[in-house]
């Protein structure tokens, strides 16, 4: 199949989270199921100042957006042996961030997304790529399907282009006032409750899950729960509504990238069937922490966005409590400003304890999921999570809030012989430190814990097996073009 992704973020180019690294390692498990298989992302500031290899095609196309034609330029790029297309719009995404700053959204994204779905669909033919399906992904491409039902309608271009639309998180719904919709050019008689409007407002998210042949998310859990109120952030009416063409497809992870034998920012490689050398990553991951050095003592690590969805209020509430068990607690990431703030006052509180690093930096991050023992993720809600897959690659074995992906890909040791980790219910730190508790007294029966560490690192998250499945739904959604 002849199939383009396309994505606002793509690992290694950009990111800003899990979107990315499905947006990258996605079309490489395709490319190697013997699909042509292209991307196609915005060029940002930060993928022009590194040292990416591109090259600028003569192809331009011309997009009418806020009264005005713009010039969009086309950079090829590869990843690996995917061709990616980078559309170039200097004045919108020669930026400091792809969405914002530290001081909120860019007030014109509608426009620069606008601008990016319309481009898509204009570069096509004049890159000569005729997909058979267009792979679209969070609210930043979702009017492109809009623009195939409403203005290319007749196009014979894409008279047989199937679309999906995969949801990463529905809580980021790309809403804007009602006039984005004449400043991007589409017709004021979408804006009602059976296309773009959504409680006054225009969604780009609503028209991608309204006008696309087919919508996926990211694991079957998180498939089922969308379709309730608790976590359909206001859609769950019209995700009901298309529940026949809605299918939850687990993510994968890149087994190549994430590889602790062969992972150069380790202290020593280790793998599931040697896994003895981890304890050596431990007592470098101490050393270079500035924790006390002490292979017996259990390190509880978190490398996460800063967030209430990542159920940073339930650890901040189970503190007081989770701090005095036997154990050291190690935490990468930045975020929202009242949990950064929270962490910011326990940097210097337990020095030999307790490591708080407020940044993101992935070469730690590699060593944490090496040295650390537990993982945990408390999420009030987890559309898939790529972390407790890493933590169990490296042998980290994960503690989880039953929810989403996380409830498809952990299983608690406790209730089942074959578990690769400890799971619990209720979104309150009285369950978080209950669940602690099972998981350092398993953790003290040595032979136990590497028999659990071993099964952990065992397991086959791979993208083969989804990128299988993803095929499968290309090929649905191409068919409904020929009824």
């Not at 952990?456 to 090929?475: K, L, P, T």
Request: charge should be negative; hydrophobic fraction near 40%; aromatic fraction near 10%.
């Amino acid at each position: 199949m002849n199939i383009l992704l396309v994505a606002s973020e793509v690992t290694p180019f950009a990111k800003t989270g899990g979107l990315a690294d499905v947006a990258g390692a996605l079309p490489q498990a395709l490319a190697h199921l013997g699909h042509d298989v292209r991307i196609c992302m915005p060029y940002y500031r930060s993928i022009s100042e590194k040292p990416f290899v591109t090259k600028r095609l003569e192809v331009t196309v011309e997009v009418e957006i806020a009264g005005a034609l713009r010039s969009v330029g086309i950079y090829l790029g590869r990843l690996g042996e995917v061709p990616v297309y980078f559309l170039d719009y200097p004045e919108f995404f020669q930026r400091q961030g792809l969405y914002g700053t530290a001081a909120g959204d860019y007030p014109d994204n509608a426009q620069r997304f606008g601008l990016f779905c319309r481009a898509v669909l204009e570069a096509l033919p004049q890159l000569d790529f005729r997909p058979d399906v267009l792979h679209l992904n969070d609210w930043q491409t979702g009017l492109i399907p809009v623009l195939l039902h409403s203005e290319r309608a007749a196009d014979p271009f894409y008279t047989r282009t199937g679309t999906v639309m995969t949801i990463h998180n529905l809580g980021y719904q790309g809403l804007f006032p009602p006039e984005a919709l004449t400043e991007i050019g589409l017709d004021p008689g979408l804006f009602h409750m059976e296309g773009l409007e959504y409680y006054g407002q225009l969604s780009f998210l609503k028209g991608g899950l309204f006008f696309s042949d087919l919508v996926t998310t990211v694991s079957p859990s998180y498939c089922r729960e969308i379709q309730t109120p608790e976590f359909g952030h206001g859609f769950e009416g019209i995700l009901h509504k298309r529940r026949k063409e809605l299918i939850g497809i687990l993510n994968g992870i890149d087994c190549q990238q994430w590889n602790p034998a062969t992972d150069a920012a380790l202290h020593t490689p280790y793998s599931a069937e040697n896994p003895k050398a981890k304890i050596q990553n431990k007592l470098d991951l101490q050393h270079r922490l500035g924790l006390a050095r002490d292979s017996h003592l259990p390190i509880v690590a978190m490398v996460t966005r800063l967030a209430t969805q990542k159920g940073l209020d339930i650890l901040e509430a189970a503190w007081p409590q989770l701090i005095r068990r036997p154990l050291q607690f190690v935490l990468l990431g930045d975020g929202e400003e009242k949990h950064m703030a929270f962490f910011r006052r326990l940097q210097d509180k337990h020095p030999e304890l307790v490591s708080i690093t407020l940044s993101f930096d992935d070469s730690l991050a590699r060593r944490i999921y090496a040295g650390s023992d537990l993982f945990l993720m408390p999420s009030h809600y987890e559309p898939c999570g790529l972390g407790q897959l890493i933590a169990l690659r490296y042998g980290a074995i994960p503690l989880v809030r039953r929810t989403g992906g996380l409830a498809d890909t952990v299983s608690d040791v406790d209730k089942n012989p074959l578990g690769n980790g400890f799971v619990f219910t209720a979104p309150t730190a009285k369950a978080l430190i209950k669940t602690l508790n099972r998981a350092l007294k398993r953790y003290h029966d040595h032979d136990d814990w590497a028999c659990l560490v071993q099964r952990a690192m065992a397991e086959d998250f791979s993208w083969e097996q989804s990128a299988g499945r993803y095929v499968e739904i290309y090929q649905r959604a191409q068919e409904c073009k020929g009824e």
